[in-house]
């Protein structure tokens, strides 16, 4: 029955993708449509995208498997990290600079921003370069966690699952551009508070509370403590919690998926929305 329903609510997601791809077409005639949605987004569609293009797969595979079994409770700091310097700082420092750079010098990506600001090509296309390089094993580890995912629901081929998910997005993304883009990662954005709210909830429930919880997790033994380790305030390794914190935060400011979405907001104004609504969803998510 829990299959059933799943494969219902699937097909309804996947409709909707495709849906928004056609609905937003007419914004994506030209190349700044395309690539910008004629920038003419608004904070929240722009909050949204940032927030799930930061956590993805990584906050339900990633920081809930193996952050919170390494480091217990104290992972929350890496969360707090992500929603103070990874979204708030960033939105601060690069939001409104970004916007306006990009507008006076009309340029629509990273390289291109590149090549025009310091008047080189060769820059343009190193930028080009290490995008392309480095985006592979980055995009390749959000299909792998997301495919594993499907594969422990539906118990689906690995291979079936990358390739519905590639055709599916390609369809909506060449069919509207960043707009449908912005507007399903909205869509996301919602189903992804909702859903780490309801895996907060069920944890819990299963543990008899959050006393309970916390309690048994303190029982749990690790190498080098006498007790405790993971519940404790910095865990049991420190050091290695902080390198976490500064890697997931201080990383994605140089991400182009992450910095691309300052381009195509609407206006300064939006910037400060955009810069409160992406913070508190960090904090939700990823805290």
Not at 35 to 58: C, D, I, K, N, Q
Not at 163 to 171: C, E, R
Not at 243 to 262: A, D, E, N, R, Y
Request: aromatic share 14%; proline share 2%.
């Amino acid at each position: 029955m829990t299959v059933v329903l799943s494969s219902i609510l699937l097909v309804i997601f996947f409709a909707i993708m495709i849906g928004v791809g056609i609905y937003t077409r007419k914004s994506a005639t030209d190349v700044n449509g395309f690539v910008l949605g004629g920038r003419s987004v608004g904070p929240w569609l722009t909050a949204f995208a940032f927030g799930t293009s930061y956590f993805s797969a990584v906050i339900f595979v990633g920081y809930a498997g193996q952050f919170g079994w390494l480091y217990g409770t104290s992972a929350t700091w890496a969360g707090l990290g992500n929603a103070f310097i990874g979204s708030l700082l960033a939105w601060k420092i690069l939001g409104r600079r970004t916007r306006i750079m990009t507008q006076s010098l009309d340029t629509k990506t990273m390289p291109d921003y590149f090549g025009r600001r310091f008047d080189s090509k060769a820059l343009k296309i190193a930028a080009s370069g290490i995008i392309f390089i480095f985006l592979i094993p980055y995009t390749a580890s959000l299909y792998n966690g997301l495919s594993s995912l499907f594969g422990l629901v539906f118990d689906m081929p690995y291979w079936v699952v990358i390739a519905v998910m590639a055709v599916l997005t390609g369809i909506y993304v060449i069919f509207g551009g960043y707009m449908a883009t912005a507007i399903n990662d909205f869509i996301q954005g919602i189903i992804m508070l909702i859903g780490i709210t309801a895996v907060i909830f069920a944890v819990l429930n299963d543990n008899g509370g959050l006393l309970s919880a916390m309690q048994k997790l303190s029982a749990v033994e690790c190498e080098g403590w006498s007790g405790g380790a993971y519940s404790s305030f910095l865990g049991p390794d420190p050091l290695a919690l902080a390198c976490v914190v500064i890697l997931t935060s201080l990383g994605t400011w140089g991400l182009p998926q992450m910095v691309g979405k300052f381009y195509a907001i609407k206006s300064e104004k939006d910037i400060h929305k955009g810069t409160i609504i992406s913070t508190l969803f960090a904090i939700i998510v990823a805290g």
